[in-house]
């Protein structure tokens, strides 16, 4: 009674022409051994399951055939048929991860010596070469560089950037590619009807998403589906025997994303996990999809970019009409954070409920996604002749109406003086770094954006450890927005911090975290105000500022050092109870403008972190 032969081995390749996919090897190989050029060593690199192995058994049944060498071997002469048995004494198959010592190769390097005792060759197949040791490379180094004539060597590798360049060049390397979904489905499905096995559509389609491009793999599955169903193969029992996910389940997971039902999703991975799936493949799964949905959406028309089979492609395309490039980007990001997360999760339900959560709620993903939706929402709705603005999106409107109004509303503007940067205006330098006014060139939205958003940017920097950056860009304000670039205005009593914030090392800091916040490449750039005009300063914590960065409680006096000094005649009006003016500097005397301390040092430490100076004590020396 003859013994049970799995799938993959009964329909492995005997020919070159049985091969499946491949066409550049096979077609090279053909060639090669019908003109009788030779090499005396190849490597075959690629994917698990892509046929390196079996056509190197080919390759030798082609050169030991007593037709041969020739590219197409007749399976009829003794030497053929011991090959395809596995018993030529001629061909020898060394496992290179169990045979990986300089022992094992040295024992190689005497062996070729001898000549073949059958055929014309000697064959030497080494699989997964890439284990070798460097000692045991060192060794092979010689014998390949210089073989005998009746040798040669193969190599497969699934890992070829572990092999040294020195073997690499002595070798001529082919690059297996995965195969493609339609190409499994079609073989499969030719087993299948020669098997007598009734296998459903759909069923073939998870076999070859489940094999992930090895022909190996997708026999191996096939085989154990077969005995699963008792010879019946559908999509269901595919799944109840794989562990996988129906398709059906990522496109619903797909819809239920679109229509933002959280609920849908939430109870999906529940179904899921009660079914004995694993969530990790699920996730894995999904990536996948939404991945071939990118490459739809991106770039219409390459149907041969994705891994969808033919039947399914029609609907990934309506389906990823409901996505925005963005938004599928988004959707890849967390599922394969959460599937990598997953990997060590002592509850791996958990962290793909979270990154759904995250994903469908925008006050967990941040204020600013939210307000992107919005605005996104606002611009197509425009886009419609006489449309009004959805309800939804008055939140944004008074958020921007907020951002425009707030100097005015914090009774910022003292009289006399000249208005701030108006919002949308571009900051154009002028002399000195200075800046003026400009008709708005930027997008009134992106800065009222920016503007309700800049609180967090400076907690971003210092949560980030920009501790000096942060503490810079504290005294200046967004004032407009040029393109993609934000315009930071200082007043001139700032010039150091503006000067600082110039720098590329501090510049690019901020541009990153305002990348981070905003979701969108942003750069900076720190301009001087024109004239005294007042800025608001996201730091201020109990007031408004003036132009010079002061508290406006009062005008600021005009104070010399011959005031400051203990005993200097007192200011005509107001004093304490002696009698005595309060002189700043002075216990109980107001405090002293920063721009009328005559030292540099103490003026540029006061601005740098912020303070006031409210006395004055000198020693007996001075």
């Known amino acids: 009674m003859l013994a049970y032969l799995s799938l993959y081995r009964k329909w492995r390749p005997q020919t070159f022409d049985d091969v499946v996919g491949q066409e550049h090897v096979v077609r090279t190989l053909k060639n090669a051994l019908d003109a009788r050029r030779v090499a005396h060593a190849y490597m075959f690199a690629g994917p698990r399951g892509t046929g390196k192995t079996t056509l190197a058994r080919l390759l030798a049944k082609g050169l030991n055939c007593e037709k041969g060498p020739t590219g197409s071997p007749c399976n009829q002469c003794a030497n053929c048929i011991r090959i395809a048995q596995g018993s030529s004494v001629d061909v020898i198959e060394i496992d290179g991860a169990s045979n990986r010592g300089i022992d094992e190769i040295r024992d190689v390097r005497e062996r070729v010596k001898f000549a073949p005792a059958e055929g014309e060759y000697k064959v030497y197949i080494i699989d997964e070469v890439h284990m070798l040791t460097t000692e045991a490379f060192n060794a092979l180094l010689k014998v390949l560089e210089e073989p005998p004539r009746h040798v040669v060597f193969v190599f497969a590798t699934t890992e070829p950037h572990r092999i040294p360049a020195t073997i690499v060049s002595r070798c001529q390397k082919f690059d297996f590619r995965p195969l493609a979904p339609d190409e499994i489905v079609s073989h499969l499905r030719k087993v299948a009807e020669h098997e007598g096995v009734s296998v459903e559509a759909e069923a073939l389609e998870l076999l070859a998403r489940h094999a992930g491009g090895g022909m190996r793999d997708a026999l191996s599955y096939l085989d154990q589906c077969i005995a699963f169903g008792q010879g019946s193969v559908t999509q269901a029992v595919v799944a109840q025997a794989l562990g996988v996910v129906e ?49 739809l959406t991106a770039a219409p028309g390459s149907d041969r970019l994705v891994y969808l089979p033919a039947g399914a492609r029609a609907r990934a395309r309506e389906m990823a009409g409901c996505f925005s490039l963005s938004r599928l980007v988004e959707i890849i990001e967390a599922l394969g954070r959460a599937e990598s997360d997953m990997r060590w999760a ?84 002028g002399p000195g770094g200075e800046v003026s006014p400009e008709p708005a060139v930027g997008d009134p939205q992106l800065l009222a954006l920016v503007r309700s958003q800049w609180p967090r940017v400076l907690e971003q920097l210092r949560a980030a450890r920009f501790v000096q950056q942060e503490a810079f860009l504290r005294e200046g304000v967004p004032a407009a927005v040029q393109g993609d670039t934000v315009i930071v205005a200082f007043s001139p009593s700032h010039r150091f911090h503006q000067a600082n914030m110039e720098k590329d090392k501090n510049r690019q800091a901020v541009e990153k975290v305002m990348s981070q916040v905003f979701g969108r490449p942003l750069k900076m750039r720190a301009v001087l105000s024109s004239g005294s005009g007042p800025f608001p300063s996201p730091a201020d914590s109990g007031g408004p500022r003036d132009g010079e960065g002061r508290s406006p409680a009062g005008p600021p006096r005009s104070v010399t050092p011959e005031r400051a000094r203990p005993g200097a005649s007192p200011a005509p009006g107001g004093g304490d109870e002696d009698g005595r003016a309060a002189v700043p500097g002075e216990p109980g005397g107001e405090p002293i403008d920063p721009a009328e301390i005559d030292e540099p040092i103490v003026r540029a430490a006061l601005n740098l972190f912020g303070g006031r100076i409210t006395r004055i004590e000198r020693t007996e020396a001075e």
Do not use: H, M, N
């Open 247 to 295: 398709s059906q389940r990522i496109e619903e997971l797909a819809e239920s994303l679109a229509a933002e039902d959280l609920g849908r999703c939430l109870l999906l991975v529940k179904e899921v996990a009660d079914a004995g799936r694993d969530l990790r493949q699920f996730a894995a799964d999904a990536v996948r999809y939404f991945r071939d949905l990118l490459v």
């Open 346 to 429: 002592s509850t791996p339900q958990l962290s793909l409920e979270l990154a759904l959560i995250q994903l469908l709620r925008g006050e967990a993903r941040g204020e600013w996604q939210a307000l992107a939706r919005r605005v996104e929402a606002l611009e197509r709705r425009l886009e419609t002749p006489g449309a009004a603005p959805p309800a939804s999106l008055s939140a944004a409107g008074d958020g921007a109406r907020e951002a425009r109004e707030q100097p005015e509303a914090q009774g910022e503007v003292p009289a006399g003086k000249e208005e701030a940067i108006p919002a949308g205006a571009a900051a154009a330098p």
